[in-house]
């Protein structure tokens, strides 16, 4: 399995404050992800990484900042945490980029992290 | 963009076969995987096809028509530890869109 892991596994909040999510990786893999999963929604990528410093947005960054010091570690803040948050947070990674997958580039497929449920009371 | 579509849920038999599809538009296509994902748990890749045809590994195969943007999963032998998700996804620029997965239960 591809070393990753996520801290807290966890956690139980209240509205309003700050909440920091911790994925890190000992694959040194280039790539990493935070996504939400939530009934009826599936997988939803919230922001990406592509190296250190660099960072952009996805399907539903509202509400979250992101960043990666190290190549090894993705932070996940949630600035003022809502009840719609509520939600399990998986962190994923992977070797490339999935734009490069296909006939001739082989196979991106991305591991991910065990998971965090985060709970906004 | 990516558009993927999945069945909510399927119920089979132990022993049985089963197969899981997936449906999607895409304005550029980079191979499809499919990730299994147990209660509780991360998803785990399970198998990538980016040429038309059937991969098969063991228990499980995995079909793709790109022309059809269709694809399906289908799992032979079913054990009740198949009880699970099963997410297709299709990489889109630099990240993966998932499909809203598909919850198999086995029945004895």
């Known amino acids: 399995d591809a070393g990753i892991t996520q801290s807290p596994r966890h956690k139980v909040t209240e509205t309003g404050t700050p909440v920091t999510l911790r994925c890190h990786q000992t694959?040194?893999?280039?790539?990493m992800y935070w996504y939400r999963q939530d009934p009826g929604h599936g997988l939803r990528l919230i922001h990406y990484?592509?190296?250190?410093?660099?960072?952009d947005k996805g399907e539903v960054s509202d509400g979250y900042s992101v960043s990666r010091s190290k190549t090894e570690d993705f932070l996940l803040t949630l600035e003022s945490a809502t009840s719609s948050q509520t939600s399990v947070y998986f962190c994923?990674?992977?070797?490339?980029?999935?734009?490069?997958?296909?006939?001739?580039?082989?196979?991106?497929?991305?591991?991910f992290g065990p998971g965090t449920r985060l709970t906004v009371l | 963009g990516q558009n993927i579509d999945q069945p909510t849920e399927m119920t089979a038999t132990e022993g049985a076969i089963v197969q899981i599809n997936c449906t999607y538009q895409?304005?550029?296509?980079?191979?499809l995987f499919w990730y299994q994902q147990h209660a509780g748990e991360a998803p785990t890749f399970l198998s990538y096809n980016v040429l038309d045809g059937l991969e098969e590994k063991g228990r499980f195969s995995s079909f793709l028509s790109r022309s059809k943007g269709y694809s399906y999963l289908l799992l032979k032998e079913l054990q009740m530890k198949d009880s699970a998700s099963y997410l297709c996804a299709i990489p889109g620029g630099q990240n993966f869109v998932f499909g809203p997965g598909t919850r198999l239960s086995v029945l004895p």
């Open positions: 895409t304005s550029g296509f980079n191979g």
């Open positions: 994923a990674i992977s070797e490339f980029t999935s734009g490069l997958a296909g006939v001739g580039r082989g196979q991106n497929e991305q591991f």
């Open positions: 990484s592509y190296g250190v410093k660099d960072t």
């Open positions: 694959e040194n893999h280039r790539y």
